[in-house]
Each structure stands twice: as structure tokens, then as C-alpha cells.
Nanobody
Framework: QVQLVESGGGLVQAGDSLRLSCAAS????????MAWFRQAPGKEREFVVA????????YTADSVKGRFTISRDNAKKTVALQMNSLKPEDTAVYYC?????????????????WGQGTQVTVSS
């Protein structure tokens, strides 16, 4: 069982940066691929970025490529999402997710554990 707790959300202006963090419980954090998804009001949850268990491979959605970066610290059991050049369309609840097996994927149903989400609002 893995529990995930996100933090770092808030209200920012377009062009600003924000860093989200996800803290995980459990003893085998490195065995889990981690990802960030987001859900805007009235829209389905969508994939943002993912990283494999050892941090050696990442995959980023085209909509945020070049602006968002995922990283992880397996010793601290944390994963971070650095968001730069934020746009109003980035406004959403951001969720941290974990997938046992260490291999990242964009498929939402492949993830086993989810955090409660953190709100990011970007004003124009």
C-alpha cells in the first residue's frame, strides 16, 4: 500500500513558475513509476508527465513539453513537478499517481495509487 500526499499548489499569474511535490509512504518507493495527471473543471483527467522507478526515463505530454519537468528522490520518497511558463490553460487539480512495477505509462487506469490532488490556478 502506498499513500501519496501532494503539496505546492496555489494561485499564480501567467508566466510564473510553481513546484509541486508528492510525498509517498511505503518501503519500496523505487519499485513504483510515478506520474502527474491533471483535471480541469468539466474535463477528463489527463496525463501530464511520468518517470520510471529509478528516475532514468521520463515521458512528457506534448501540451507541457519544454515547460514541465518531473524528478524524483527515492531516498526521500518524493516526486516533484516543476512547472515553468505557466498558462491559464494549465489551471487544474494536479494528482500524483504511483504504478507498481517501475515502468511509466500514460494510461490512467494503469496507476494503482492516487493522491488527493492539489489545485493550481493560473490567472491571465
Amino acid at each position: 500500500q502506498v499513500q501519496l500526499v501532494e503539496s505546492g499548489g496555489g494561485l499564480v499569474q501567467a508566466g510564473d513558475s510553481l513546484r509541486l511535490s508528492c510525498a509517498a509512504s511505503g518501503r519500496t518507493f523505487s519499485l513504483y513509476a510515478m506520474a502527474w495527471f491533471r483535471q480541469a473543471p468539466g474535463k477528463e483527467r489527463e496525463f501530464v508527465v511520468a518517470i520510471n522507478g529509478n528516475g532514468g526515463s521520463t515521458y512528457t505530454a506534448d501540451s507541457v513539453k519544454g515547460r514541465f519537468t518531473i524528478s524524483r528522490d527515492n531516498a526521500k520518497k518524493t516526486v516533484a513537478l516543476q512547472m515553468n511558463s505557466l498558462k491559464p490553460e494549465d489551471t487544474a487539480v494536479y494528482y500524483c499517481a504511483a504504478r507498481f512495477g517501475g515502468v511509466h505509462t500514460t494510461i490512467i487506469d494503469a496507476y494503482d495509487f492516487w493522491g488527493q490532488g492539489t489545485q493550481v490556478t493560473v490567472s491571465s
